[in-house]
């Protein structure tokens, strides 16, 4: 967030405070970042908070500066007294929690935003609320999509606190037909956001069952080679017995028992998901067979990747064992378990 003129104001003091708080990087913030006013149901902050935050927003850009004029012309769609502002000389991209065009587009107001737009507001400005191609996207508003991007806005460019692109942001919220539009664009469907997800991680995280359909196809992602039986005999079970204590946060090594995660107890060849009494994620349900060596090399090389929308890979819980004699070490140890 930038600071701006309107930061002394003491209805901005109760807002920065508010999006203090979003900025710690929880994921379900990203909803608020997202859409701060119309979603404040979806995520676990103080009631009270959230409404503090959402009336500042509303009532921010009405205050007294030019500035905060701009941005209220631009929320309230009132075309004739925006392009007044604007000839007097009003500041057209504002400091502040947001920029006009974020609050235009918020709003839905195409011709508000077009006429920032054409009087050179930054199509990628970022703000709490991420970039206006993030806010657009986010409400699957694909006429205002459209119009950003043919101002120059760059559909990979990251915003939020969690460097999330457009196309993430699109998932998240289902925006199906903004999916779309961001796909033909040029989005990057493998852009990772500040803990590893992806855009089709999210869609299936959120039970976005179309749009994860239609990133399914486009996410592509090769598994490591996995190792034989010759490379797992090799490997250093001593190594691996010290690499599982990472996994023991959330996994008891102990047969039949769970924490936040089950048990790795004779994990290697046993059935995916396999306790009917744990309460896997819809994704570790769906997927079936058995965790065998590939399988079990993959997951750990890459969860997100390897089992998009899973919940060991939740948040900003990032447990990828990207180094292969290390992960190979603990495949090695973890067969040793039984
Ligand atoms: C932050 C917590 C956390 C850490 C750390 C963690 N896991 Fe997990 N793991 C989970 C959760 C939660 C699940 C269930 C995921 C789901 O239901 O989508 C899971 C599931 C699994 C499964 C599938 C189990 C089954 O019964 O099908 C395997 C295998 C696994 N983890 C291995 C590991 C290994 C190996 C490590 C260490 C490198 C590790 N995990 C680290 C939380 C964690």
Redesign the pocket.
Known sequence: MRDGPGTARPENRTCRRALRQLKRPRPEYATVMADPIARHGEFHMKPLTVFLCSLTLCVLPAQGSKAGEVADAARSGDVGTLIRLLDNGAPVDEPGVASPLHFAIMSGHHETARILLERGADPNADSALGTPLMVAAGRDRTEILALLLAHDADPNVVGGREDRTPLHTAAFSGAAEAVQVLLASGADPLARAKFGDTALHLAVQKNRTAVAEMLREVTNWTPPQPPTEADLLEADTEKGRE??Q??Q???PLAAGKFS???T?WN?VG?P????ND????I??REDGGT?NIAR?DA??ADPRMAMPG???A?GN?R?E?TDRETRWA?IAY?KTLK
């Open positions: 690499a599982v990472v996994c946060v959330c996994h936040k995660g089950p790795l994990v046993r995916v998901a396999g306790f744990f309460p896997y994620s994704a570790m965790w079990l997951f750990l899973n919940m060991m939740a819980d447990v064992v603990l973890l």
